[in-house]
């Protein structure tokens, strides 16, 4: 926070959690007081360094012996600083998910994912992982030189669902280190395991590897899953309480069973890395599976377009916290079957929504 005031201005980013601040925190011994401390070092500071020759810098700069160096955030997000990223530090990262193209997995390629969302405008995207399917060998070493290109961010991988068993997957694990590979912030996780204490050591498992890969990883509720609730998620994320655990909103399933708007606040900040937006047609729960899952595909809109209180939803997240903009919808997939087209105009209604609820 000392150097960030010094070089940076007045915002405190030992708190605010809510921007993209890329951060390494360094534990560090004084070697004039011999005391240990930690600090926290904007990487715009060292940007024509790599790491190596950063931490050498850190040490002359500062007269300090550092101990232990521990990223804090992913790589791509390190990279897009030491590369000048175009995208200023205090822009909101809007991500195209990887729902919103054809197909599951999506029709379309990874890295082509990447450079949809760049074309339309998107600052950061989100990725469908499924090794063995659009994923190989290669594929990691393609998407990470897409995203150097465009100089956008991976937001998230996803999906890691868990099924009963109570046994880690090490497919999930690849998964995850995929992630970890190209730089994405965060992981998405579902589970289907009826069991809660199941569920918190495998949920754990999956926190312990994503955070040696610098990544969130986030656990969605939703009513066809046996997370089904705010509540349920909350249960397991505080149980685990692990730094690198989260909780993903997701507008459809947060009105799909039945939580009020408000209920987002009871969710402490920490444990939001991000959030989903989205809007339906109609409002109400839906209990029948098949159509559930129906709707959740085919059913959504842009926010700002159906009648659920997006609006409020919104409102009650972190008003930087990133997003991404789950928009599976068949409309959307049939009135712009072009894929960069499509993106675009959900990013254009997406943003006049971001616009009209600052003005109000």
């Known amino acids: 926070q000392q150097v960030a005031q010094m070089h940076f201005g007045g915002v405190d980013i030992t708190t605010d959690q809510s921007r993209v601040h890329q951060l390494q925190i360094l534990q560090i011994v004084d070697t004039r007081h011999a005391t240990a401390s930690i600090i926290a070092c904007h990487l715009r500071l060292i940007m024509p360094y790599s790491p190596p020759d950063a931490k050498d810098w850190l040490t002359r700069q500062y007269r300090c012996k550092i101990?232990?160096?521990?990223?804090?955030?992913?790589?791509?997000?390190?990279?897009?600083?030491?590369?000048?990223?175009?995208?200023?530090?205090?822009?909101?990262?809007?991500?195209?998910?990887?729902?919103?193209?054809?197909?599951?997995?999506?029709?379309?390629s990874a890295a082509d994912m990447v450079r949809i969302a760049a074309g339309a405008g998107y600052n950061s995207v989100g990725l469908w992982v499924a090794p063995g399917e659009n994923w190989r060998s290669s594929t990691s070493g393609e998407v990470c030189a897409v995203l150097r290109e465009t100089r956008l961010i991976a937001l998230d991988v996803e999906v890691i669902w868990l099924q009963p068993g109570g046994k880690p997957d090490p497919m999930h694990h690849e998964i995850i280190a995929i992630g970890g590979e190209i730089g994405a912030k965060n992981c998405l996780i579902v589970s289907s395991e009826p069991n809660h204490e199941i569920t918190k050591y495998l949920y754990e498992d999956l926190c312990e590897h994503a955070g040696r890969a610098?990544?969130?990883?986030?656990?969605?509720?939703?009513?066809?899953?046996?997370?089904?609730?705010?509540?349920?998620?909350?249960?397991?994320?505080?149980?685990?309480?692990?730094?690198?655990?989260?909780?993903?909103?997701?507008?459809?399933?947060?009105?799909?069973?039945?939580?009020?708007?408000?209920?987002?606040?009871?969710?402490?900040?920490?444990?939001?890395?991000?959030?989903?937006?989205?809007?339906?047609?109609?409002?109400?729960?839906?209990?029948?599976?098949?159509?559930?899952?129906?709707?959740?595909?085919?059913?959504?809109?842009?926010?700002?377009?159906?009648?659920?209180?997006?609006?409020?939803?919104?409102?009650?997240?972190?008003?930087?916290?990133?997003?991404?903009?789950?928009?599976?919808?068949?409309?959307?997939?049939?009135?712009?079957?072009?894929?960069?087209?499509?993106?675009?105009?959900?990013l254009e209604r997406t943003r006049a929504f971001l616009t009209n609820m600052d003005e109000n």
Not at 88 to 107: F, Q
């Open 67 to 108: 101990v232990a160096w521990q990223s804090v955030v992913t790589a791509a997000a390190t990279r897009s600083i030491l590369t000048g990223s175009k995208h200023t530090m205090s822009e909101r990262l809007i991500a195209l998910a990887s729902g919103v193209h054809d197909g599951n997995p999506p029709k379309v």
């Open 214 to 346: 610098g990544m969130r990883a986030c656990l969605e509720y939703m009513a066809v899953t046996e997370v089904k609730t705010l509540d349920d998620a909350l249960d397991i994320v505080n149980a685990v309480n692990h730094p690198a655990g989260g909780i993903l909103v997701d507008p459809f399933h947060h009105e799909r069973i039945g939580h009020k708007p408000e209920k987002i606040r009871e969710i402490p900040e920490h444990w939001l890395s991000y959030a989903q937006l989205c809007d339906m047609p109609e409002c109400g729960v839906i209990t029948d599976p098949d159509a559930y899952l129906v709707d959740a595909i085919d059913g959504r809109l842009a926010p700002g377009e159906g009648s659920i209180p997006v609006d409020a939803m919104a409102r009650a997240l972190p008003p930087e916290l990133p997003i991404s903009l789950e928009i599976r919808s068949r409309h959307y997939r049939e009135q712009y079957p072009d894929p960069l087209e499509r993106a675009r105009v959900i």
